[in-house]
Structure formats: structure tokens, C-alpha cells
């Protein structure tokens, strides 16, 4: 049968494709941008099955993992001007020294980064965390946790122990290449040629 809206998503993932590929950025299969998001040339990096929304602004060093969810307006930014040179206005203080070795943003994997939200550079958001809406995310984010707020701060986990060695060992198959996707919302068992 004919799924007008896979094709449609297929459509989306080639462009979107092709548009990284042509700037050089390093992208793995099934990561689709939307329209007005602006990513810096420098130190780019992305996973399979990314989503990013519209209007993201995504600032140099910043790499994300597989399966991870930016929603609209999500902001990578910060360290970037001299603000500390008295006598001499910010927008006149230039750049710091080392803006060119800016520490890397890691974004791990399945990471959901919610409306309107702001990531500071050089913060390391873990594996299978949620930041929320319109959140601030100064400081480097536990795996598996809910943030939010001004400045981000812990909500609550978002498994019991259990499910979240269930949802870890998934993801550490798909990293062993033992899970292989068929296409951004079918995968299947590599050995068994079973299909989820």
C-alpha cells in the first residue's frame, strides 16, 4: 500500500540530506531539519533519526547522538564575547582567546529538548534525558532525568530502574549494530530479521 506520509518523510530526510552533505557537516541517516534552522559551519556533528525543529539555532561544536527530538525555537549558545574588559563596551571587546577551541556541546543519545528551550555551550546533556519548555540549561544534565526551569533543575526521573536498563540496553544494540533501521519508524533485529 502506498503511505503518502512516508513518502512525504523520505522526501524530507533526501533534502534534508542533501543539504548537510553539501556544507560538509558529518550526519548519519534519517535526520530531518525544518525550515529556518540556522547550524554553524564548525564542529557539527549528528546521529541517525534526529528531528529538528523550525528556527533552531544550533552554535559551533555541537554534536548530537541517534534518536534525539529538538522541538521549535531550541538555542545552542554562549561563551562567545568578552564581557569582563572594563572601559571597553561588549560589543567592541571582540571574541575571547580561545572562542576558536570552544568545548563541545554533547547532545547523547534520545535526547527530547523541548519548545523555546536554551542550551549553554559546552554542557553535555546524558543519554535519554527530557529538557523542557523554554528551560536554560547551564550545567551538564544526569542521564535518564527530567529538567526544567530558569535554570534548568531536576523534575524527576523519567524511568524506574528497571525500564531504564530496558530503554539503555536498546540503545547500546543499536550502537552494536545489532538493531538496523528500516526506515525512521521501523527497525528490525539484525540477526533474526525480526521488525519492530
Not at 572601559?87 to 554533547?106: F, H, K, N, Q, S
Not at 543519545?109 to 546524558?126: E, F, S
Not at 543499536?174 to 526506515?183: C, I, P, S
Request: aromatic letters at 14%; one cysteine or more.
Amino acid at each position: 500500500m502506498f503511505d503518502i506520509k512516508y513518502r512525504y518523510r523520505m522526501c524530507k530526510y533526501f533534502y534534508s540530506w542533501l543539504f548537510f552533505k553539501m556544507r560538509g557537516y558529518r550526519i548519519g541517516r534519517y535526520v530531518m531539519i525544518n525550515k529556518g534552522v540556522k547550524i554553524s559551519r564548525r564542529g557539527f556533528a549528528a546521529g541517525d533519526c534526529i528531528k529538528i525543529g523550525r528556527y533552531n539555532y544550533i552554535g559551533p561544536n555541537v554534536t548530537l547522538g541517534n534518536f534525539c527530538l529538538l522541538s521549535d525555537y531550541i538555542q545552542f549558545i554562549g561563551s562567545d564575547h568578552v564581557y569582563d574588559n572594563a572601559g571597553v563596551p561588549t560589543i567592541l571587546a571582540g571574541r575571547p582567546p580561545e572562542y576558536d577551541v570552544l568545548p563541545v556541546t554533547v547532545v547523547e543519545d534520545d535526547v527530547w529538548i523541548g519548545h523555546g528551550a536554551t542550551v549553554m555551550r559546552g554542557v553535555r546533556l546524558g543519554e535519554g534525558c527530557i529538557v523542557g519548555v523554554n528551560a536554560v540549561v547551564t550545567k551538564d544534565v544526569a542521564p535518564y532525568t527530567i529538567v526544567a526551569g530558569v535554570p534548568a533543575r531536576f523534575i524527576r526521573d523519567r524511568f524506574t530502574t528497571e525500564e531504564r536498563d530496558k530503554h539503555a540496553a536498546f540503545l547500546e544494540k543499536y550502537r552494536r549494530g545489532e538493531l538496523y533501521l528500516l526506515h525512521d519508524r521501523k527497525y528490525m533485529f539484525r540477526e533474526s530479521g525480526v521488525q519492530r
